[in-house]
């Protein structure tokens, strides 16, 4: 009998993974399911020797944009009347990403055996997310794909738009700094050491600024590579450490504290929190599964643990604007609009508005951190390309008056 690997949520929406021996994953994954588990993967347990699997470094994840347009195509070509397999199948022979391609043609291939949409995408979480396999098997129950399929291509066309719109913001002031650091280094290596060489052979006493600038040109030519590993080693330990759920939580709180970028990404966690919810409570799906599904979208420790105390407090009759309340980090603005919701029974309709209003406020507050970084990031490039100038500028009198 195979032996399977799966991954799972429990009761209370805990990420837990194992492994269990069945006939087929089929049966895998029904006896996860009668066990109260939300199944997120089954995958048979592959005994090859490391060296000889097929690894995906680079190229192998779906972009968003090429999803979201995905979407929007398979809900245009089922309102056009086409069956799910033949779109499934005209949708992989059209898109041009590849990882989406592969995916797509091993749905159509087990849809064409009998298998159900939701079934075939859950099989395969790295290319098609919960949201969608939750949607699309709550479509399929209610008997509305049609209409599944539409909040879908929404959904991910307005994450696409506004992360679109925040990149877009932020590209400029990331343009200037890398430019400002290229521009330093090449000062440092390439420039100050000619100058110091022609001071040095005139016996020119060097003033302070000079000095620091010198010993600085010194450090980057002779440690660049100390400094390179030491960025190295921090990102490394980082990457490790972010595994911990206690360095995981403190990160998340401390990125939320910051002055600009806090409040700009908190306010992107609430549109993406808000959108969320709103799309899986619009196609039915039970509001326990949409919180549990909502903190693994979202990422963020802060609001996962926000989500999954609201779905512990339903359990036992409590209200989920109770649990966000109880959040500082979370704006009031998100409990009290929930709290509305909860009272009038129009809890996606509510969110939807939440998520739009939030949208446009994290496009105000991208064009507004651009226009403040871009005149700090220049002052910054001036003061330091000028202290380098001025360093070379002072020595060069000195040497026209012992000339003289």
């Not at 440690?223 to 921090?234: D, G, I, K, S």
């Not at 759920?245 to 700009?264: E, K, N, S, T, W």
Request: aromatic share 6%; glycine share 6%.
């Amino acid at each position: 009998m195979p032996e399977f690997r799966y991954t799972v949520l429990d009761a209370a929406g805990r990420r837990r993974r194992g492994r269990l021996r069945a006939a087929d994953a089929e049966e895998a994954e029904l006896s996860l399911r009668r066990a109260g588990l939300y199944v997120l993967e089954v995958a048979e347990r592959n005994g090859e020797a490391w060296w000889k699997r097929e690894v995906t470094l680079f190229g192998g994840s779906i972009k968003t944009r090429d999803f979201a347009v995905f979407c929007r195509q398979f809900a245009t070509l089922v309102r056009a009347g086409i069956t799910l397999l033949d779109s499934l199948r005209i949708l992989a022979a059209q898109t041009e990403s590849k990882p989406l391609r592969s995916a797509l043609e091993k749905a159509a291939a087990q849809v064409a055996q009998g298998w159900p949409l939701s079934e075939a995408a859950a099989r395969d979480p790295k290319a098609f997310p919960p949201v969608f396999v939750s949607m699309i098997r709550a479509g399929e129950a209610g008997g509305n794909m049609e209409g599944a399929l539409d909040r879908l291509a929404r959904y991910f066309e307005r994450s696409h738009f506004t992360r679109e719109k925040i990149r877009a913001a932020l590209t400029y002031p990331t343009i200037v700094g890398v430019v400002a650091v290229a521009v330093t280094v090449f000062l440092l290596v390439r420039i100050v050491p000619t100058f110091v060489s022609m001071f040095q052979s005139y016996h020119v006493a060097m003033p302070l600024p000079t000095r620091i600038v010198i010993g600085v040109s010194h450090a980057a030519k002779a440690c660049w590579w100390l400094l390179l590993l030491a960025v190295l080693a921090l990102v490394g330990l980082h990457r490790l450490l972010v595994r911990r759920p206690g360095y995981r939580r403190l990160a998340d709180r401390l990125l939320f504290q910051l002055p600009v970028i806090g409040q700009m990404l908190r306010t992107l966690l609430m549109a993406e929190m808000a959108r969320t919810m709103s799309s899986l409570l619009s196609s039915a799906v039970p509001m326990t599964q949409v919180l549990h599904l909502t903190g693994q979208v979202v990422r963020n420790t802060v609001v996962s643990d926000t989500l999954r105390q609201a779905s512990e407090r339903l359990q036992v009759g409590g209200a989920l604007s109770e649990s966000l309340r109880s959040n500082r980090l979370i704006p009031p603005l998100v409990s009290e609009m929930v709290a509305i919701g909860e009272q009038t029974g129009e809890l996606d309709f509510v969110l939807q508005r939440l998520a739009d209003f939030y949208e446009v406020e994290a496009e105000v507050q991208a064009d507004r951190l651009k226009s403040t970084l871009e005149p700090v990031m220049i002052v910054v490039l001036a003061v330091v390309v000028g202290t380098i100038v001025l360093s070379v500028i002072l020595p060069s009198f000195r040497l026209l008056q012992s000339l003289q």
